[in-house]
């Protein structure tokens, strides 16, 4: 079963404007973090904004804010005044903890498919 | 500026060659990850290094050997290679401390072909 799910492949906005990139994930695992990357066409993995299970509050990063909804299992993204900079794949991804065979754990990253934004000037 | 550094930043190999790639940071993060991700696709997890020891194998084929010589560099050894293997190659790491809450920081990943 997909543990992260991005339902827009692509995504259009006006420069200076705000947009909404959703993401739905499944867990089982009481302690978890929800990140957002962006991914510009050189390759490069961008941390954006990192939210905890343990976390009250919603987190905010400059431009960028993150909210999560738990009972909806939802954790969009939301970019305020768009930049044509800002055109890019953005991934949300889930850290779980993985039982290891050594009797340890250690943390998993699980990224969703991807939302391609692309920013009109 | 990227402070995980990935050398090279492209690489083509025939399926007979071995190569390595490299991957270096020094923010004193202990857990160091290969991923590798296909075109127009998300990254996947290869392994994952705690504190110099191999922690995940995500059941990735033996052409792939990984390396973590000291706590600041990380190798991915590569052998008889397949044509599907062509891809980017992400090196990442992060703390060990605060459970699930610390980002992963990437490198800019190394283009490999494989011909």
């Known amino acids: 079963a997909q543990k992260i799910t991005q339902t827009q492949p692509g995504m259009f906005v006006q420069e200076k404007e705000a947009v909404t990139l959703d993401c739905t994930y499944d867990?089982?695992?009481?302690?978890?973090?929800l990140f957002w990357y962006k991914q510009p066409s050189s390759g490069e993995m961008i941390f954006l904004i990192y939210q905890g299970s343990y976390d009250q509050q919603n987190a905010t990063e400059g431009r960028y804010s993150l909210y999560v909804h738990k009972a909806r299992k939802s954790a969009n993204l939301v970019i305020s005044a768009s930049q044509l900079g800002d055109s890019a794949m953005y991934f949300c991804?889930?850290?779980?903890?993985?039982?290891?065979?050594?009797?340890?754990?250690?943390?998993?990253?699980?990224f969703g498919k991807g939302t391609l934004l692309t920013v009109n000037p | 500026d990227t402070e995980v550094t990935q050398t090279p930043k492209h690489l083509v190999m025939g399926m007979t060659n071995k190569k390595s790639l490299k991957c270096e940071q020094h923010m004193g993060h202990r857990a160091m990850y290969w991923y590798k991700q296909k075109a127009k696709k998300p990254p996947e997890l290869m392994f994952v290094y705690s504190y110099e020891k191999l922690s995940i194998n995500e059941s990735v084929p033996s052409r792939f050997s990984p390396e973590c010589p000291n706590s600041s560099l990380l190798n991915l050894h590569l052998h008889a290679l397949q044509p599907e293997d062509s891809a980017l190659y992400l090196c990442?790491?992060?703390?060990?401390?605060?459970?699930?809450?610390?980002?992963?920081?990437f490198g800019n990943g190394t283009r490999l072909t494989v011909t």
């Open positions: 867990t089982s695992d009481p302690s978890y973090g």
């Open positions: 991804a889930m850290r779980e903890t993985k039982a290891l065979n050594s009797g340890g754990s250690n943390y998993k990253l699980t």
């Open positions: 990442a790491s992060s703390q060990t401390r605060g459970g699930g809450t610390s980002p992963l920081h």
